[in-house]
């Protein structure tokens, strides 16, 4: 298994988004890239613990690349908008790669230069080394599908989920 630790807005669309397909094995919505320990959402929120909402993406790759999981990552949010996704504004809605070794870098450094030529703009997405990963609380984990008829849900992460699924329905369960 493979884990990706990524952030692009909302980590209840990347959660979503990205259990539509085959090969991915598990999504925990979280927190990385601040300085508190073990956060909650209201401090993440509040903007004083520098995290990031991030999504770890767990996924084997005999049955979907790391490339088609980091392509999905950059259509299902917009990296070319700083600390902010749509109408969540704030560094913790950020775009942000937390890699793993060395390995994962470049990798990401790779997906980066991809996105480059699929987004008009500059790519405002951050690479940083993954120091740690804090699990977010119980009820963020699957919320799209434990909350389908939320307006949040229905008004933004639908459509996202729409969006990847019209892009990779060669890969949808």
Known sequence: MTEFVLAGGCFWCLDSS????KGVIDVVCGYSG????????????????????????????NIISAEVILDLYFTVHDPRQLNRQGND??????????YQGE???VLFEKALEKAS??????IVTTLQPL?????AEEYHQDYFAKNPGNAYCQA???GKM???RASFTEYLK
């Open 34 to 61: 601040g300085h508190k320990e073990n956060p909650t959402y209201e401090q993440v929120c509040g903007e004083g613990t520098g995290h990031a909402e991030v999504a770890k993406i767990i996924f084997d790759e």
């Open 18 to 21: 990205y259990s539509q397909f």
């Open 89 to 98: 504004i704030g560094s913790s809605y950020r775009s942000a790669m937390f």
């Open 117 to 122: 030529d699929m987004w008009d703009g500059a």
């Open 131 to 135: 120091e740690i990963f804090w699990d």
């Open 162 to 164: 729409a969006k990847t």
């Open 156 to 158: 933004v992460v639908s």
């Open 103 to 105: 390995e994962q870098k």
